[in-house]
């Protein structure tokens, strides 16, 4: 009795076995019915075979026996890769892109003989470019959640085949930053930058992000890894300036920008910079110092000729204001404070000049008429005058 209960036991064992090695068999067999199926333009047969070699293979891969083995997990990825390329399977297998892709993975896992790599690595390629073009299009229609899990879908095929889709980052971190989702691009931008993909232009739009959600702290750490990998980049040291300016920080800001203006002394943009943090430190001496050797740089700079001219306007309004308070009877101190304070003005004129020439622009004709009218120039008053009223 004890060798006939043995023998049956083995045989229970042994058919345990081939059951689920029938169940690869099954679902290998289905595959190929629904290839067959789709080639004959008959969808709704396919996606019957399809479901049944996934439910198969399914069951396969939770068998000791069967799960140890590279077909099993590469049938896997090829059933799932063609049910996530059915578009109406994609509500009862909204996860199919992702099983196929650690199927195969777990495939070449297993596969250490390396027989089937080269096929299931054309495979994830193949699943990468589906994944990448339709995260494209779901840009281009403004879908940009979906963009972004199509994009993020990429960079894990691609992390199954040992390479890093910073392109898919980058494009992740623009979708995100379209649709207004801050983390999600925050993420993406310094992922693609720390690759060195796009790295400026994302190191900046962190910092920019990080400033208007203002974490001020965060946003100059950003900006001081960025400027460390891109110190020549104007972009980025414009971005660590607005920081500073927008937490109020422009003691911590003058020494950098010194810094800089000295390391570049013939770039007009951080002559700039340091002119506006000394105008905002209330240093109006060493700020016109700085405009003007940002102009002496370059003559054609529109920031530093028109914050130029709106420094020496401002001094100038601010005299006529003091003058304005004399006594009546103190003529001549009046007519002194009034004749200095035109002198200021008169250097603000061609700096506006400048500026409207560089950049026409209405506001500065505004201040143009109103300088012209305090310095009691007519000619010019009239013809500022006459080109606002064509406007």
Known sequence: MRKLLFSTILLLCAGIVYGQGAKVNTAYANFTNATAELSKN???????????????????????????????????????????????????????????????????????????????NIALMGLHDTEFNSGNIAFGEEKFEEAIHHYDNSKDIFEALNLVDSVAYFNAGLAADNGKLTEAALENYLAAARMDYQGP???????????????????????????????????????????????????????????????????PSMWFALAVVKDNLDKPEEAEKAYLSSLEADPDYFNSNMNLAILYFSKASKMIEVANEIPAKEIDRYNNAIGEAKEVLKNAVPYFEKAYEIKPDRNILIDLKEAYGQLGDTENYKRVKDLLDSE
């Open 201 to 267: 232009y994302c190191y900046n739009r962190s910092v920019v992000l990080l400033k208007d959600q203002e974490k001020y702290d965060e946003a100059l750490e950003i900006s001081k890894e960025g400027r460390a990998k891109y110190p020549e980049d104007k972009e980025l040291i414009t971005a660590q300036l607005n920081v500073y300016l927008a937490a109020d920080m422009f003691e911590e800001a003058e020494k950098e920008m010194e810094d800089a203006a000295a390391d570049k002394p013939e770039d």
């Open 42 to 120: 008959n969808l709704e047969d396919a996606v019957a075979n399809l479901k049944e070699a996934a439910e198969a293979i399914d069951i396969a891969i939770t068998n000791e026996k069967t799960m140890a083995k590279a077909k099993t997990w590469r049938y896997r990825g090829n059933i799932y890769a063609m049910i996530a390329g059915i578009e109406t399977m994609n509500a009862d297998y909204p996860n199919a892109i992702n099983i196929a892709t650690e199927s195969y993975a777990k495939s070449n896992e297993l596969d250490t003989k390396k027989s089937y790599e080269k096929e299931v």
